[in-house]
């Protein structure tokens, strides 16, 4: 919560003041062709002017007119893993960030590694996915965009979080197994291949890819500039930004 | 996040140039005592000035000098059922929201009633309250200050919250078990007792109460309004709030 401190209003009211007596003075100067009744009007006017400012600046901190709030959104970002939705996350909130708006990015991977007790059970990952939707709906009221990258492999989960947040915006990556096998980033595909690892979504437990996306990007097509124009036109065309 | 829409600009603009220019055209009908000169003179400013001042408010709004933002915090309250934790806090949250500060009231109850698989084994107890503490430590990370009231009988479990937090403020309500049991506002203490309910923290189930507790209160002593003030002082004199 920003709150304009005295000291703003009072560099802003000396600013200002430099600027509009300036002004002044040369108005006077021009009409008048009198240095010292220039001198004169401008003299009284910094004085009764900066006191009057002053409190136009502290009255206007207390109006609230004109000051809009963005309608916050959710982005979640669903797919296989590998498939690209960390990597889009982070691109998009740093967008975010320099246009201005507040975002958190939720990462499964760093998530899990707060909480290593997490399961993979269709139980477990769909209570994961539901606490997840739960801080993220509790970002979202309180104006902060939350972008979540969870491989969210069930239908059900993600349909809860939708029903708990206000603007949830489904972003499938849906690059193909075969291609996030092949970049296999952090070794797992190999692993799950080999029998080491279980429950490992796109192996050996199911994909339910959405069935209504908002948006659906394929990172074997498109580079990680051209998804992330993608995801921020959505925004834009749907009035969440500017 | 907020941000000032030009609209709001051009009308403080014109708030401002009336009184403006009223104050030049009076001083300079004093200085010269000829009415068509102040008259033109404040004419040239208004229009001059208008300009000038609008382009002065647009270049302030990208400067973040002397917009302050306080100090966010995590308020935890802990203890027995029934010890008027969620009463506290609500009444908390209100004055400080009245305050201007940006707060979430997250509780016990409320959030049980979200995920009602949540057990109540030891285990269970703390990973809830671990994943309430990282949801609040985002919240404040974020500028928002939670108020949350959770029995979270364990040590371990506040210690954790303590550690993922920033600015953790423990409010150990010490209501007696005897006084809580009498209150036994929904008729758990009953069911405990009769067996019908274990784990119930304060008959089958041991509430580890805080060490060092920031601020501890005893609801059967002070009213609500007592406590809230013993609450809010903390706060003004750790420099929390202004």
């Given at each position: 919560?920003?709150?304009?401190?005295?000291?703003?209003?009072?560099?802003?009211?000396?600013?200002?003041?430099?600027?509009?007596t300036l002004t002044t003075f040369l108005i006077v100067l021009i009409f008048t062709k009198k240095?010292?009744?220039?001198?004169?009007?401008?003299?009284?006017?910094?004085?009764?002017?900066?006191?009057?400012?002053?409190?136009?600046?502290?009255?206007?901190?207390?109006?609230?007119?004109?000051?809009?709030?963005?309608?916050?959104?959710?982005?979640?970002?669903?797919?296989?893993?590998?498939?690209?939705?960390?990597?889009?996350?982070?691109?998009?909130?740093?967008?975010?960030?320099?246009?201005?708006?507040?975002?958190?990015?939720?990462?499964?991977?760093?998530?899990?590694?707060?909480?290593?007790?997490?399961?993979?059970?269709?139980?477990?990952?769909?209570?994961?996915?539901?606490?997840?939707?739960?801080?993220?709906?509790?970002?979202?009221?309180?104006?902060?965009?939350?972008?979540?990258?969870?491989?969210?492999?069930?239908?059900?989960?993600?349909?809860?979080?939708?029903?708990?947040?206000?603007?949830?915006?489904?972003?499938?990556?849906?690059?193909?197994?075969?291609?996030?096998?092949?970049?296999?980033?952090?070794?797992?595909?190999?692993?799950?291949?080999?029998?080491?690892?279980?429950?490992?979504?796109?192996?050996?437990?199911?994909?339910?890819?959405?069935?209504?996306?908002?948006?659906?990007?394929?990172?074997?097509?498109?580079?990680?500039?051209?998804?992330?124009?993608?995801?921020?036109?959505?925004?834009?065309?749907?009035?969440?930004?500017?």
């Amino acid at each position: 919560m920003f709150k304009e401190t005295r000291l703003r209003s009072i560099i802003k009211t000396i600013s200002w003041r430099i600027l509009a007596t300036l002004t002044t003075f040369l108005i006077v100067l021009i009409f008048t062709k009198k240095l010292y009744l220039a001198l004169a009007v401008g003299g009284v006017e910094v004085v009764a002017k900066t006191v009057i400012y002053f409190f136009h600046e502290r009255i206007w901190n207390k109006i609230h007119f004109g000051k809009v709030q963005l309608k916050p959104f959710v982005l979640w970002f669903t797919g296989l893993p590998s498939s690209g939705k960390s990597t889009l996350a982070d691109f998009v909130a740093e967008r975010l960030k320099k246009i201005g708006l507040k975002v958190e990015r939720l990462d499964g991977d760093k998530v899990r590694q707060i909480f290593p007790q997490t399961g993979f059970s269709r139980e477990e990952r769909n209570a994961h996915i539901r606490r997840i939707g739960y801080l993220c709906s509790i970002l979202e009221k309180n104006g902060i965009c939350p972008l979540a990258s969870f491989v969210s492999p069930y239908r059900e989960a993600r349909d809860f979080v939708r029903n708990i947040t206000s603007n949830f915006i489904e972003v499938y990556v849906a690059t193909p197994l075969e291609v996030c096998e092949r970049r296999d980033i952090k070794g797992l595909y190999k692993k799950a291949r080999s029998g080491e690892i279980n429950q490992f979504t796109g192996v050996n437990d199911p994909y339910e890819a959405p069935l209504n996306p908002n948006i659906t990007i394929n990172t074997e097509k498109t580079s990680v500039e051209e998804s992330a124009r993608i995801v921020l036109n959505y925004l834009r065309n749907n009035k969440y930004l500017k």
